[in-house]
């Protein structure tokens, strides 16, 4: 059983993941150890577990001890418990638990965008978008709809923020996915290149008259795909577009010009992760 510790000290470091540190001071806390994450709610904690993420402190109501963090804590047996009644833990975090449950992980190293993409076929690209929300929306799509892996360029948020974490439920974990290129210099020229040494057919979802559908037949016949998402706000590059072999948009009606990224990516995976 782990050591479950009543928070009487709201000042305690050992709680300043949970309630003090910000998204970019726990990338680098614990160094060089690969930094650290909030996963939050027992289904994304046990898929976080699950996929080899190690934990390193627990933060529940004490109810949840023999309830719905059960499981989590049977798996976890070392790892320190911090547990007070919702309104204590509420006063300390600024926000209501109302997922009862935050775990405190440790990052781990990237894989190694080569090796991935090797075992791939359908691969889903994301160009500097920005938003925590549409990246885990577009990361619990791509693992739903058959794409193999999750390729980011260096500009994106960082997937495992935990609002990203939160909205993916946990699909983060459950779908291979790395960062393409050191720095935003490196994209999309020597990104594009790198996807096409690897053998990949590059199709970028854009707004322009003369692309193709999702389900044109020649896109079905690739053997290989990588499909292409843009910035929340103006879409992919120019240059993006201009270097791809592929230009795919989707039809829209009632005058619509375009869906969100995040619905986009949903008809583009579900069309295009057809095997």
Known sequence: MPTIIEITDYHAPELDVFARLNERELIHLYDPQEGLFIAESPNVILRALNGGYQPVSLLMERRHIQGQGREILARCPETPVYVA????????????LTRGILCAMRRRPLPDPAELCARARRVAV?????????????????????????????????????????????????????????????????????????GFRTVA?????????????????????????????????????????????????HGVDSLNVAAASAVAFWELGKR
Do not use: H
């Open 85 to 96: 009644p919702l309104e204590v833990l509420t006063q300390l975090t600024g926000f209501p």
């Open 205 to 253: 979802m854009a707004l322009r008259d003369d692309s193709l559908t999702p389900d044109d037949p020649r896109l079905r016949a690739e053997s290989k795909l990588a499909v292409i998402l843009g910035t929340e706000g103006d879409g992919l590059s120019s240059a993006t577009i201009a270097a791809c072999d592929y230009t795919v948009r989707i039809s829209m009606a």
């Open 126 to 198: 994301l160009e500097d978008i920005m938003n925590p929300t549409n990246i885990g929306a577009i990361v619990r799509s791509a693992a739903a709809l058959n794409m193999d892996a999750v390729l980011l360029t260096p500009s994106c948020c960082d997937p495992l923020y935990r609002r990203s974490v939160r909205v993916s439920m946990g699909t983060i974990f459950q779908i291979p996915w790395t960062v393409i290129g050191q720095t935003a210099a490196d994209w999309p020229g020597a990104g594009i290149e790198f996807l096409r040494r690897q």
